[in-house]
């Protein structure tokens, strides 16, 4: 038998991209995606050398690490939305071309599709923390359910039912319209909200639409959810009627159509959307600081979509 060489630490590195697409998944926060890699790789080289080539494979190994540091995290994050200011809601992130400072490392980008949508990160945040991560090691990254099974603690039928739960409640996210369909509803919105057309704001509302803000208790928004489309469209009227001097900007939210508003070329909120049937169901408006890391890159050269 011949001796297995060490895992090169380029090879280890390699993995980063992937860890951190599966920690922003299970997080729904790039800061705290970007701690529990840092976590892993700390373990990862705490080990010595001989340990480390003991592990077969250490891309799985890699895997199982993060995926178990972010199920401490969920549970712990429980008790800190206890005390934060108002809704908490994923942190959004920008198509990789606007991704800006150390985040053009393509390492450091999340690659953008349906499991990333705020829609389906909204969703999953409800979810309980052994749920989030069977359903994305499994259904998101194919991991076989006895995989899941050592990673969450649980048996692989046990994984398979919280699997299957979490796959029930993202049916409504998956059912999205195409990007295209999406982006002709909030250009739109957009539109009406700059005349500040209540009439064709309210048109463009489902009946239920909602809105939630997430201002982190660092700059001022609602606290709780407006519901109903008049509501919703006579608080975006109001919004744009106090906010002076703000531009409304085309962007990719989390792979889908929305919107930055910037003030003196910086962006200070992000919008996601939910259509369906033509109409805006949900607003995710996210204005908290701390949470638009990635948009720096948005700057005020960069045209708006519609040729702005």
């Known amino acids: 038998m ?90 959004p992130l920008p198509e990789p071309a606007e991704w800006g400072g150390r985040r053009a490392d393509p390492a450091d980008r999340i690659t953008l599709d349906e499991s990333v949508s705020m829609a389906f990160l909204v969703v999953l945040d409800a979810m309980t923390p052994a749920e989030r991560v069977a359903f994305v090691l499994h259904d998101v990254f194919g991991y076989p359910f006895g995989e899941v099974a050592a990673i969450v603690g649980r048996t692989a039928a046990a994984c398979r039912q919280l699997a299957a739960s979490a796959r029930r409640r993202v049916g409504a996210a ?65 919004m744009a009627e106090r906010l002076v001097g703000l531009d409304l900007l085309e962007r990719t939210v989390n792979g889908r159509p929305g919107l930055a508003a910037q003030r003196d070329g910086a962006v200070v909120a992000v919008f996601a959307f939910d259509v369906a049937d033509g109409r805006v169901r949900h607003v995710w408006a ?10 720096i890159a948005d700057r005020p050269d960069m045209r708006d979509r519609d040729g702005r």
């Open 2 to 91: 011949t001796e297995r060489a060490a895992p090169a630490s380029s090879d280890v590195m390699d993995e980063r991209r992937q860890l951190l697409n599966l920690t922003y998944r299970l997080l729904g926060s790039l800061a705290d995606a970007e701690d529990a890699v840092q976590e892993t790789y700390a373990r990862w080289y705490a080990m010595t050398p001989a340990e480390q080539d003991a592990i077969t494979s250490p891309g799985a190994w890699l895997t199982t690490v993060a995926s178990r540091v972010c199920l401490d995290l969920l549970g712990s994050a429980r008790a800190r939305r206890e005390r934060y200011v108002g809704a908490w809601l994923p942190e």
């Open 174 to 238: 998956r059912a999205a319209p195409a990007p295209a369909a999406q982006r002709g509803v909030v250009r739109e919105f957009k539109r009406a909200w700059e005349a500040k057309d209540i009439e064709a704001l309210v048109g463009l509302l489902d009946p239920d639409a909602t809105v939630v803000a997430d201002g982190g208790g660092l700059v001022s928004t609602v606290t709780r959810p407006i519901v109903g489309g008049d509501q919703v469209g006579r608080f975006a009227l109001g």
């Open 286 to 295: 996210v204005r908290n600081p701390e949470k638009l890391r990635p948009w």
